[in-house]
């Protein structure tokens, strides 16, 4: 019995009494704090931008990967890229033809989307391990792009001022406004991701997770069915991307830049790779450590790493697994020869053996 | 013709500091089918020891071997204590090493500071020029870099296709689980092919610290190309590597003459054209 | 709902640690209202990590000479009777790391005035905030993009000049005195060679020079070689538009690839660690001329050498100021300077302070500043030559000051004829 099939049963088991409604509560009580935190905090004009918003930002962005992960079985590092695209995008649509941000936005989505189709169709024929390393030096060609396109994307400096808009009656420039924004765009984001998961295009791509061969014999379209994952992937990357651009008022290459990539990929791992919503406490605990290492120690970095081989090593699920491994514990003391030694996956529940090769093309 | 030899010849001197740095990681992956994401690290690290070394015994060669020699001693540990348990699942392995990857680029910008160095040679090798038919007068040290990685490239090709180990390797490649049944301690050559690949990797840092400098983001820099050279020529294979490097180091002096603007994107396009045409590579296989 | 236990399990957990956070540092001072406060609260904005580590050392040097001579430290001290305190917040050099931090110091650290940051895409962000927190005045640290005082953004002071005015002097002297007629353009691909480049160019090329062929190398490439080959044999010289770590790559491989053209280098591309280095680069090296703000061996003023003497007793310092130190220092004092002559009196959003800045008229260790009506100082600016010294060392030494360089309107591009520049 594999780790996904157990953890497949144990969520099939039915609920009793305070399993069934903590979930619900710690929902709500998450929900509140996110709603009230900016009448909590002692200094909104920091802890909204530098925190807040950009946790949410940081989060949507590691959602998509975690989604392609999770769900898919592949683990992009092009999302900061294609995050990037519709970032630029917007830009472009702003700063060089000088229309209303809104353009920007539903262009830069469209766009973003689009791009993610692209590297879908470069990458998605190979898996696992490949796919990481060609999705991350195709966001490497992007980086690369960006930084030396004067026509495009100003080069190295980047394409500024890009204001926040007015839209309707809201207006973005009130960074309250943008917080909660940002907030209901991450849930959307959330419910999004959630709503396809359970739906049957959500379903199809588990099995051809699980078994790409068996999958394939049924008749299913295994590229296409990867190839609509990456877009709905750089769909919601790209929603982040928007975001980010409201946030940072500009678009310059750092934000595709290497660093960027990998800190996208250490929220994911930090808050869990499986885990959708996980993503938003891995965010959290990044942008308050780049925030506040400074005070106690000069290496940012090593921290970071250091946290991030931790919970590989330890802790494969992240913080959002933390529960969870808690009430493993708890069971297994109760019942411990029921519970069988499963060592823990990277991916929750992680890859199937087969999708381990030889070759780097696909299946 | 002269200039297009010129160029030419500055892209396969380029070509073997990139294979020199790829051939580690093709021989890691085609053993143990995992990626180092550390092998940027190694580069580098290998780079910096070589540096010192180099600087205080006052001879590049103790250098190039204490650079090695150190690099190796690093991969082991990094194989013991990290990626050891986790040998079956290539993600994690390769997830881990990059978070050691942002350590150490962290801990050698402590270490080593921000400026670039370079690993010092002789006053008069650096200056030295042979003459060349066509082209003319052309640096000795790039030359030099040349021959060294051939010999690399041969006598690791030959290690494998001719020896003892390299026939328990290539068993290896084929099936582990075979292998390990015949009784050869496979997690000895595991660990022993891990050290192996980091010093090639240290070796290489010396190397090409030499030709160009040595700073904070070359350990970045050096990972996505060797990453670039394995996927191009074919992962596991040093032959491909070689290829892959050449290609690599090619497309990249040529487009920094023809197409400077995009000469970086345009080498790593390179890799997109590769993969639409044969996706396992250029000597990749095909399972 | 069940599927969505753990990450809200997750977010909660994190949520809860922010909030304690939140609390823990609401401890500060409720500065950045001025006024009313007997301290002084500046943020220093530097780089600390990233290949520009070192500026947040050099920085602090800067700051620890201005302040000793107050009887200060480098953590504050008493400056036009009140108190003074710094805040320092590091950044790796990139415009995100400087809009989270230079957010921090304004909003969470309250602090009354910004001083950094140390490069230049930081700068050109830092201005952008600016505008959004007119409360807040800002001195630039050692910025340099041209565009940073042409924005009209009055709460921004820069006391140096910039990347253009950095060349002033060079381009006619190289035609004139030096007899260079025809040059080959060889720079990094980014904004600062080109305003660099274009300072000079502008020059040279209305002295009547021609620029042969340009190579913009892409940032990150470190091979020469070809590049190298590139450059025609028929120049007169070649200009060097590279910065530190690629320079000092450039000039070893011009070594060995037998480049025999004298060289003129931009404002970044000869610095005293490259020349003390390891690296074989005198025969490239020596005769090399450039432009810049720090002056070399043999300028005659007092004052810079008082400021190497202090500059000397701080820690971690290196054996000559770079150019973070000497432009930090020009800032840090033009800034205190200004907080004496308004007694210290930040009420009115700061008027009074402000009026002295820009009032200010003084002799810096490298000549006389005071700024222009965009808040952008007027400079003297340097033109120096690399010699070989008696024992074979490298040292750079000034020709020749040019004065009261004042900034232009242009930024730069890519360019590649005189034509271009036009």
Redesign the interface.
């Known amino acids: 019995m594999t780790t996904s099939q157990i953890n497949a049963s144990l969520a099939r088991q039915p609920r009793t009494g305070v399993a069934k409604w903590l979930p619900i509560a710690f929902g709500a009580l998450v929900l509140i704090l996110a709603f009230s935190f900016p009448h909590i905090v002692d200094r909104p004009r920091f802890w909204l931008p530098n925190i807040g918003i950009r946790s949410l930002w940081l989060g949507i962005i590691a959602m998509s990967l975690v989604f392609l992960n999770r769900y898919v079985g592949l683990l992009s590092l092009a999302q900061m890229a294609i995050a990037g695209v519709s970032a630029y995008t917007v830009g472009f649509v702003v700063v060089k033809l000088e229309l209303p941000f809104m353009w920007g936005a539903a262009i830069g989505v469209v766009v973003g989307t689009l791009a993610a189709i692209l590297v879908g169709l470069v990458a998605a024929r190979t898996k696992a391990i490949y796919f990481l390393m060609i999705t991350l030096a195709i966001g490497q060609v992007f980086y690369s792009w960006a930084s030396q396109s004067i026509e495009v994307t100003n080069a190295r400096r980047g394409l500024a001022p890009i204001d926040r808009p007015e839209i309707g009656p809201l207006d973005l420039a009130n960074i309250q406004t943008l917080y909660y924004c940002a907030l209901i765009l991450a849930i959307v984001c959330y419910l999004l991701c959630r709503y396809v998961t359970s739906s049957t295009f959500g379903l199809t791509l588990q099995g051809i997770r699980d078994s790409p061969e068996r999958m394939r014999a049924l008749g299913y379209n295994v590229f296409g069915y990867r190839i609509a994952a990456m877009a709905f992937a750089g769909l919601i990357a790209s929603f982040g991307g928007i975001l980010l651009v409201l946030d940072r008022n500009q678009v310059d290459p750092n934000v595709v830049s290497l660093n960027s990539t990998l800190d996208v990929l250490v929220v994911a791992v930090i808050g869990g790779i499986g885990s959708l919503g996980g993503v938003f406490a891995g965010a959290v605990v990044i942008t308050m450590l780049s925030n506040f290492s400074q005070n106690f120690t000069d290496r940012y970095l090593t921290l970071t790493g250091l946290v991030f081989i931790l919970v590989l090593l330890f802790a494969p699920t992240g913080l959002a697994g933390v529960g969870q491994q808690v009430r493993r514990l708890m069971s297994r003391r109760r019942n411990a020869q029921t519970e069988q030694e499963s060592p823990p996956g990277l991916a929750e529940p992680p890859r199937a053996e087969t999708q381990k090769g030889t070759s780097n093309e696909a299946d | 013709m002269a200039?297009f030899l010129?160029?030419a010849l500055?892209?396969l001197?380029?070509a073997a500091v990139y294979f020199l740095v790829a051939s580690g990681l093709t021989l890691i992956f085609g053993l143990m089918?995992?990626?180092t994401m550390a092998h940027g690290t190694s580069y580098l690290l290998g780079g910096y020891i070589g540096y010192v070394v180099a600087?205080e015994s006052g001879n590049w060669v103790v250098g190039a071997l204490a650079g090695a020699v150190a690099v190796g001693i690093f991969g082991l540990l990094i194989h013991q204590l990290?990626i050891k348990r986790f040998q079956?699942?290539?993600?994690?392995v390769?997830?881990?090493t990059?978070?050691?990857?942002?350590?150490g680029?962290?801990?050698m910008?402590?270490a080593f500071?921000?400026?670039?160095?370079?690993v010092?040679v002789d006053?008069s090798l650096?200056?030295a020029?042979v003459q060349l038919p066509i082209i003319g007068?052309y640096?000795l040290?790039?030359l030099l870099v040349l021959a060294f990685a051939v010999i690399v490239g041969v006598l690791l090709a030959l290690g494998i296709s001719q020896t003892r180990f390299g026939a328990v390797v290539r068993a290896g490649v084929d099936d582990a689980q075979m292998t390990a049944a015949t009784g050869v301690n496979v997690p000895l050559v595991f660990a022993v092919i891990f050290a192996l690949g980091s010093a090639l990797a240290g070796l290489a840092g010396v190397v090409g610290g030499t030709?160009?400098?040595l700073?904070?983001?070359?350990d970045?820099?050096y990972l996505?190309f060797s990453?670039?050279v394995v996927?191009v020529g074919g992962?596991g294979s040093i032959p491909g590597a070689a290829i892959g490097a050449a290609l690599v180091g090619l497309v990249?002096?040529f487009t920094?003459?023809y197409a400077?603007?995009?000469?970086?994107?345009l080498t790593?396009?390179l890799?997109?054209v590769v993969?639409?045409i044969r996706?396992?590579?250029i000597m990749?296989?095909?399972? | 709902m069940k599927l969505t236990k753990k990450g809200l399990l997750a977010s909660l957990a994190a949520g809860a640690t922010m909030l304690l956070l939140a609390s823990c540092s609401g401890g500060g001072t409720a500065g950045g209202d001025g006024g009313s406060s007997d301290t002084i609260k500046i943020g220093v904005l530097a780089t600390d990590s990233g290949n520009l580590a070192f500026g947040m050392d050099e920085a602090k040097a800067a700051i620890g000479v201005a302040m000793e001579k107050r009887g200060g430290t480098v953590e504050g001290g008493e400056v036009g009777g009140k108190q003074v305190e710094f805040v320092y917040a590091g950044t790796d050099g990139t415009t995100a790391s400087a809009q989270t931090q230079v957010k921090k110091l304004v909003e969470n650290d309250g602090v009354d005035i910004v001083l950094g940051p140390t490069s230049g895409d930081e700068g050109e962000t830092v201005v952008q905030y600016a505008k959004g927190v007119p409360e807040v005045t800002f001195v630039n640290g050692a910025a340099s993009p041209v565009g940073m005082t042409l924005e009209g953004v009055e709460n921004f002071y820069r006391f140096m000049g910039d990347s253009v005015m950095w060349m002033a002097g060079v381009g006619d002297y190289a035609y004139n005195d030096k007899g260079y007629k025809k040059m080959y353009l060889l720079a990094e691909d980014y904004s600062f060679p080109y305003d660099n480049a274009g300072g000079f160019f502008s020059e040279f090329c209305a002295a009547g020079g021609e620029i042969s062929g340009a190579s913009w190398v892409p940032v990150g490439n470190t091979d020469y070689a070809t590049i190298i080959s590139q450059i025609p044999a028929d120049v007169d010289a070649v200009y060097v538009g590279l910065g530190g770590a690629d320079a000092a790559s450039f000039l070893s491989q011009a070594v060995s690839g037998g480049v025999d053209k004298p060289l003129v280098g931009g404002s970044i591309a000869i610095d005293t660690t490259a020349l003390s280095g390891d690296a074989n680069i005198a025969s490239a090296a020596v005769g090399m001329i450039s432009g810049g703000p720090v002056p070399g061996e043999g300028y005659d003023n007092p004052a810079w050498g008082e400021f190497v003497d202090a500059y000397a007793t701080q820690p971690n310092a290196f054996p000559s100021p770079s150019i973070f130190a000497i432009l930090n220092y020009n800032a840090a004092e033009s800034l205190l300077l200004g907080i004496e002559q308004s007694n210290g009196d930040l009420s009115d959003d700061q008027a009074a302070l402000r009026e002295a800045l820009s009032g200010l008229s003084w002799d810096s260790p490298t000549g006389p500043l005071k700024l222009d009506d965009n808040r952008q100082a007027i400079v003297d600016n340097f033109m120096n030559e690399v010699v070989q010294a008696d024992d074979g060392s490298l040292v750079l030494e000034t020709i020749s000051a040019a004065s009261d360089v004042r900034q232009g309107t242009i930024a730069y591009d890519r360019f590649s004829s005189c034509g271009d520049l036009k």
């Open positions: 200039q010129m160029i500055n892209g001197t380029l089918r995992v990626i600087r990290l079956d699942d290539d993600m994690r390769a997830l881990i990059l978070g050691v990857s942002l350590i680029t962290d801990l910008l402590a500071g921000g400026t670039a160095t370079q010092p006053a650096q200056v020029t007068s640096p040290l790039r030709l160009f400098p700073m904070p983001g070359q970045g820099t996505l990453l670039v996927i992962m990249s002096q920094l003459v400077p603007t995009y000469s970086l994107v790593f396009a890799m997109v993969l639409a996706p396992q590579g990749g296989r095909k399972s």
